[in-house]
Antibody, heavy 118, light 108 residues
Framework: EVQLVESGGGLVKPGGSLRLSCAAS????????MNWVRQAPGKGLEWVSS????????YYADSVKGRFTISRDNAKNSLYLQMNSLRAEDTAVYYC???????????WGQGTLVTVSS | SSELTQDPAVSVALGQTVRITCQGD??????ASWYQQKPGQAPVLVIY???NRPSGIPDRFSGSSSGNTASLTITGAQAEDEADYYC???????????FGTGTKVTVL
């Protein structure tokens, strides 16, 4: 059974940093591109970042470029999102999601809440 | 970057058919995927590609596309289909994912 479990969310002050993790199981993690998607309270889904299976290709939404860094450790079946210079507008539930080939995001974790507030 | 536009809300009578649309220039080049999200839950993929359903998704869900518009149709809507639905696709560069604005479906 495919499982994605996010962790690392919490309350952080504006300008602070946080590192999210996503632990994957039930599939060959190293064969799939992975994504982070966020959802602000009461708002829609916003794609944040993606990383290819071997970390060769990395992309970011303009809203986080230069502040967030996506990475992965295939030996540990884990995906990460380092978030720096956090702003109030980064407050959201952050989901990790598996990408099928060049296609859809077929499995999602349950999300971890990040709150940026003083 | 591309945008994907959806109607904010639609309603459908129990057992009837509802179509949700998603418009955007990138849909001329890429198929849309559709996700169902119920309150407090993670999104679930319901349609992808030309018209493919993941395992476990009822066949009352179907997808289609024409020009710059993708559609999700629920034929014979059930109470449990009440949810937010989001389309998503690549942007024109092919490197970035874009989500639609979301449609709240209410089953009456």
């Amino acid at each position: 059974e495919v499982q994605l479990v996010e962790s690392g969310g919490g309350l952080v002050k504006p300008g602070g940093s946080l590192r999210l993790s996503c632990a994957a199981s039930g599939f060959t993690f190293s064969s799939y591109s992975m994504n982070w998607v966020r959802q602000a309270p009461g708002k829609g889904l916003e794609w944040v970042s993606s990383i290819s299976s071997s970390s060769s290709y990395i992309y970011y939404a303009d809203s986080v470029k230069g502040r967030f860094t996506i990475s992965r450790d295939n030996a540990k079946n884990s995906l990460y999102l380092q978030m720096n210079s956090l702003r109030a507008e980064d407050t959201a539930v952050y989901y990790c999601a598996r990408e099928v080939g060049y296609g859809p995001l077929d499995y999602w974790g349950q999300g971890t809440l990040v709150t940026v507030s003083s | 970057s591309s945008e994907l536009t959806q109607d904010p809300a639609v309603s459908v009578a129990l057992g009837q058919t509802v179509r949700i649309t998603c418009q955007g220039d990138s849909l001329r080049s890429y198929y849309a995927s559709w996700y169902q999200q119920k309150p407090g839950q993670a999104p679930v993929l319901v349609i992808y590609g030309k018209n493919n359903r993941p395992s476990g998704i009822p066949d009352r869900f179907s997808g289609s596309s024409s020009g710059n518009t993708a559609s999700l149709t629920i034929t014979g809507a059930q109470a449990e289909d009440e949810a937010d639905y989001y389309c998503n696709s690549r942007d024109s560069s092919g490197n970035i994912w874009v989500f639609g604005t979301g449609t709240k479906v209410t089953v009456l």
